[in-house]
């Protein structure tokens, strides 16, 4: 069965940093999109970023762009969301998702529609 279990959310002062996790069971990397999702209360659930199961190839969203990196590592069937120079406004729950995608990207899958799969959610708090 697909399952994603994200971990690594936490407190943190701005400025600081935090790596999430998102470890996948049920299917292969390279055969599945990967994106990551936040949500705060009252607002809906925001694209973050995303990398393709073919090549790796990854897109971010404007407010996030040159601080939080995507990556995976294939033999830990895991993907990571290193995020740096955090702000208050990166307060979140944040969700790993995965769709069945083994192909390169042509536009940007920063939408939750696109992704059948989702994680519990780990909860990232910037805050001084």
Do not use: H
């Not at 055969?31 to 971010?60: H, L, M, N």
């Not at 979140?92 to 769709?99: D, L, P, Q, T």
């Amino acid at each position: 069965q697909v399952q994603l279990v994200e971990s690594g959310g936490g407190l943190v002062q701005p400025g600081g940093s935090l790596r999430l996790s998102c470890a996948a069971s049920g299917f292969t990397l390279d055969d599945y999109a990967i994106g990551w999702f936040r949500q705060a209360p009252g607002k809906e659930r925001e694209g973050v970023s995303c990398i393709s199961g073919d090549d790796g190839t990854t897109y971010y969203t404007d407010s996030v762009k040159g601080r939080f990196t995507i990556s995976r590592d294939n033999a830990k069937n895991t993907v990571y969301l290193q995020m740096n120079r955090l702000k208050p406004e990166d307060t979140a729950v944040y969700y790993c998702a995965a769709v069945d995608y083994s192909g390169t990207f042509l536009y940007p899958r920063l939408r939750p529609y696109e992704y059948d799969y989702w994680g519990q959610g780990t909860q990232v708090t910037v805050s001084s």
